[in-house]
């Protein structure tokens, strides 16, 4: 890799003050990284009973071994949390929990899974770099807390967070003709669609493979894949586990009296849960039009509006029907355009309806993608809010729990990383002497 290029990941304007730069941004860089760890480490010495989901699966995998029904928590040996996943997850998980290693040794393996998604998450357009899989292993371990509520927790979503690196390694892939590399793409497609199966409401992030820089009828074969992928836990619980099945509905809608239930009104992070908020405080708690009319709005406004934005002024002078502008421009731009793909997924992940604080670790894979080829200033805003900011917040003992500190940075990240042009990307628009009002062009976004 040319020593040019090298520079411009971590530069801005010219590569001459590319020196003082790199030596500020990289005492961020470990300043962060010692907030992280610190963090993290002081976690570890709490007197605290942790791992509570990690129990809960365990025993409801237990439970199903031994012929009961997992879904009533009377069930489940030490807890009093249900088991939100569905039936065919408990034969799949029976090897996880076997011996009860995991539930005794949970923090090791997690931060072993955390390490290696920093590993597989693949670089868009570019050689792969120390550099930039130290920079993502950090933003896994450290954006948002995330990752510190999964460990706390033991939650699974370290699993999610895992497959889907695996899955944005395989489809994040240069384009090609040769149908390996499709092949190789629709098993990341239908593995992404598999992690959205743990968690419903995150369907729609599948939408976002749309705008991958190939033709359309690849597209919608990898979009139906993935669908294809996303269902079928759903019909194997239907088809070989209907009992279960039935008392899976009844947990997750609250049908059980008596025990926790996974209700998507449960406190969470989320806009939807910012949006009742607002309805409450003006005094109209029982309007539920009004709260998701609020949340339409706010997912519109922050994000998907300003997603759509630039890709309509990218192609509005170009002739053809809408759609078939935006195939061809994101096939001329395939750097871009995978980028957009990335941002999408993060976006339409943020709008989910329950977000709870684990999963902003999953959130966090995303990001980590995207926070590498970001010029320095952008860079280390990122840095600062979407890492070193709500790890104070949560070293000093304040509650994250409950509040909205992680979609507030999250909102932040996002829209910094969506209107900050990648450094590479603007150094090569430098040295071609494109003058500003030709970028959008030049560059497509």
């Known amino acids: ?119 597989v998450l693949p670089g868009i357009g570019r050689t792969r770099s120390l550099r930039d899989v130290a920079l993502r292993g950090l933003y896994v371990l450290g954006a948002f807390v995330g990752f510190e509520w999964v460990l706390a927790s033991g939650n699974f979503a370290i699993l999610g967070g895992g497959l889907t690196a695996v899955a944005l390694a395989l489809l994040l892939r240069p384009a090609k003709p040769d149908d390996r590399d499709d092949v190789l793409r629709m098993a990341g497609a239908a593995l992404l669609g598999l992690v959205m199966s743990f968690k419903l409401v995150f369907f729609p992030l599948l939408a976002a493979l749309y705008f991958l820089p190939l033709p359309r009828r690849r597209k919608l074969v990898l979009m139906a894949v993935a669908g294809l992928g996303f269902a079928l836990p759903i019909l194997a619980s239907l088809v070989f586990y209907p009992g279960l099945f039935s008392s899976w509905l009844l947990a997750i809608t609250g049908g059980i009296p008596g025990q926790h239930s996974v209700q998507i009104e449960e406190t969470n992070p989320s806009l939807l849960l910012l949006a009742q908020t607002i309805v409450d405080r003006v005094g109209l708690a029982d309007s ?63 709008c989910s309806p329950r977000l709870k ?44 729990e409950g509040s909205f500190v992680q979609i507030v940075v999250a909102l932040a990240c996002f829209w910094i990383m969506l209107l900050s042009r990648p450094a590479t990307s603007a150094l090569v628009v430098r040295a071609a002497g494109v003058e500003p009002a030709q970028r959008l062009r030049t560059e497509g976004f």
């Open 1 to 119: 890799m040319s020593d040019i290029t090298g520079t411009a990941r971590w530069s801005g304007p010219s590569a001459d003050t590319a020196g003082k730069r790199n030596v500020w941004l990289a005492c961020l860089i470990a300043l962060v990284a010692v907030l992280v760890f610190g963090n993290l480490a002081n976690d570890t010495a709490l007197d605290t009973n942790y791992g509570w989901d990690v129990r809960v699966n365990c025993a409801a995998v237990d439970a199903h071994v031994d012929g009961l029904d997992p879904y009533y928590v009377k069930n489940l040996k030490g807890t009093k949390l249900s088991y939100p996943y569905l039936p065919a997850t408990l034969d799949a998980f029976r090897p996880l929990c076997a011996g009860g290693f995991l539930v005794g040794h949970h923090r090791g393996v997690f931060l072993l899974i955390a390490v290696l998604c920093g590993l």
């Open 288 to 350: 539920k039009p009004l709260v998701f009319a609020i949340y339409a709005l706010s997912a519109t406004a922050f994000v998907l509006a300003p997603l759509g934005w630039p890709l309509l002024r990218a192609i509005r002078n170009n002739e053809g029907s809408l759609l078939g502008r935006l195939d061809r421009w994101l096939i001329d731009h395939p750097q871009a355009a995978m980028r957009i793909t990335v941002l999408a997924m993060y976006g339409l992940y943020l």
């Open 357 to 400: 604080e684990y999963a902003f670790f999953e959130l966090a894979v995303y990001a980590a993608i995207l926070i590498v080829d970001l010029p320095a200033a952008a860079l280390a805003a990122v840095l600062t809010i979407g890492v070193a900011v709500p790890t104070l917040v949560s070293i000093t003992g304040m509650s994250i």
